[in-house]
């Protein structure tokens, strides 16, 4: 995405000038940061929306679920293949749904 002022920029004060200029190039180091994210096999994705579109993950990302009962955080150890998940207060209690299913919600000491 280039964006693109209207008018003249050379005649803004410098100060104007340079604020745009930094302002592009955190565009395109951004675009360039995401292009680098979605492109080939992402190791993890997130999807939303009914069309199902993958967006990945960057190595190496902490994902964040903010829930009632605290918050759970999501790390994917690609190098284990484990699923890291540390919750900031309680128990976490994993209840089986299916053979290929578990519940995870974060439960309070008494």
Do not use: C
């Not at 340079?18 to 360039?32: P, Q, T, V």
């Not at 994705?45 to 605290?70: L, M, N, S």
């Not at 293949?81 to 008494?110: K, M, Q």
């Amino acid at each position: 995405m280039d964006v693109k002022p209207r008018g003249d920029v050379t005649r803004l004060p410098q100060w104007a000038q340079g604020h745009i200029l930094a302002l592009n190039r955190r565009i395109e180091s951004l675009e360039s940061q995401l292009a680098s994210i979605n492109s080939g096999n992402p190791s993890a994705y997130w999807t939303y929306g009914i069309d199902d579109t993958k967006h990945g993950i960057p190595e190496h990302a902490t994902v964040t679920f903010v829930t009632q009962g605290g918050d759970l955080d999501l790390h994917l150890d690609g190098k284990y293949d484990l699923l890291h998940i540390l919750g900031d207060r309680g128990v976490i209690v994993i209840t089986p749904g299916s053979s290929n299913a578990v519940y995870i919600r974060l439960a309070h000491n008494r």
